[in-house]
């Protein structure tokens, strides 16, 4: 088998926080070892509840903040210890498109501006034509191209953010939560959207989302986060989950149909503070499986095809 | 669009009225040589103390000089001093800011303790200081003056700065390989420039009271250079006597500062609909 497009080991991400005049800093492992790959054409999806810390994750493989351990390879080249210049060239070879379409845009530039800062950034004259090009891409009209953000939808923001991303003809984009600031008849739009450029320009995506449902629909393979670590790898969009949390999950989400309606049992107690983890399995005081072993020590992420860091697994 | 914003200003009743008259001072104070008739400073003593009359519009002061010229070459004095002293705040200001936004650390920290230490002064004490250690006349203000105002420019920059340093677009910048110079440049200090322009437009108003204050105790541009602080200080022994002398350069400094204080509402109101249709876009 062919090296991954990008390759991620043991990395974790170690936030302080406080440590004020009379506070002593507190500390929290937004992600905590984990490794992930990442192979060419493939669709990636990360999901866990807010605070997870998948948005690290995304942050992290991109190399937009440093890691505390670990390292990242992007098609075989560390991009933890990469230099400046050398990272800055490899940034035109990966985007990221985020989750606020609002903020993502500079309220002073035109769409032309926007879409020529890749350019701009990386030293390369703007091909002409090429943002009609682009706003052509993400199915937006020529004209909007003297447009401010503030002219344009939501939905219309994050296709010129998706625009941005692809500017470049990167090989990976991180799409982090690229719906969860639309309406939902949007969302479909930018889903469809984002399918129809990965099948076109053969793109690799890692795709962040907090919906399971939609991340199954979307993503060849699933990692499930819990508390800054991966608790399962769904091999498959409708491979059956292992993982006493993962299960919860999908449990907790809606049904459009409403002969299939069913009770939603939620998940009993509450999400344990980051900065103060049990020393056993994350998930233990939650979970119905949990016995004294899952109290004490951390389950492992078993070497499986299907992988699940459970020492109970359905 | 933030640069048609001046003229959409000018489209408000206060701002278009306000605007006309700060324009009609500034041409005066430009072309003030080709407007006058007399000289400021040529003394002509059995003219002294006239009532305002068809020679004299405004009258004449206690040396028989023409009051209307001395207002309009005093405007020179005063507009000039007030925004060269406001422009160096600015810009001193707002790289003061940035960098401490920017850097952060022991040296953010230096800056803002500097920066408060400064706010909870009066701006009229400080410039007071400065004027006793520098000495009086036109650069002496302008420097007071520039210090006095620096605090607030250094202090708005950098809020505007560190509000900017968290949005998105920053990181997006970041994530197609932008270093620190293009955020800088391109993203931060443009995003923070148009409060802080509109915060100097009234900050000058203040000046110009600032500077006739000086003015007006002896410390301004020293005689014969006319000031309006300098015109109302001699005016003011001769209240009763010529009450002119006082009146039109008080008067003139009031409509001046209430027309830049208008002008700056209307542009904040200009401004204020493009940030009302980001919000509900």
Redesign the interface.
Known sequence: MTEPLILIEALSKRFQSGGGLFARPRAMMAVRDVSLSVGRGEVVGVVGESGCGKSTLA?LV?R?IEPTAGTVRFDGTDLTGLP?AA???M??RM??V???P???????YTLTDVLS??Y???GEPLPTGRVAEMLGAVGLPEAMATS???????GQRQRV?IA?ALA?APDFVVLDEPTASLDVSIQAQIIALLSDLRDRLGLTYLFISHDLGLVRYFCNRIVVMYLGAVVEVLPAATATPRHPYTQALIASGFVPDPAARRAIVPVAGEVPSPFNLPPGCAFAGRCPRATDQCRTTRPALSDEAHPVACFHPI | MSAAAPIRALRRPSGGVAGLWLALVALAAVAAPLLTPYAYDVQALREAYQAPSAAHWLGTDEFGRDLLTRLIYGARTSLSVSATAIAISVACGMVLGAAAAWFGGWFDRAVTVVVDLTWSFPEILIALILVAIIGPGTTGTMIAISVAYLAQFTRLTRAQIMTLKGETFIEAARSLGAGNAHILLRHLLPNALAPVLVSAMLATGDAIILEATLGFFGLGAQPPTPSWGGMMSAGSALVFKAPWIIIFPGLTVAITVIAINLYGDALIAALDIRAKLRRAA
């Open positions: 942050r991109l937009l400046p990272l800055r060239r940034r035109r985007a990221m985020f989750q606020d609002y903020s993502s845009l500079d309220p002073r800062e890749p701009r950034v990386q401010h953000p503030h002219q344009l939808s939501g953010g941005r470049l």
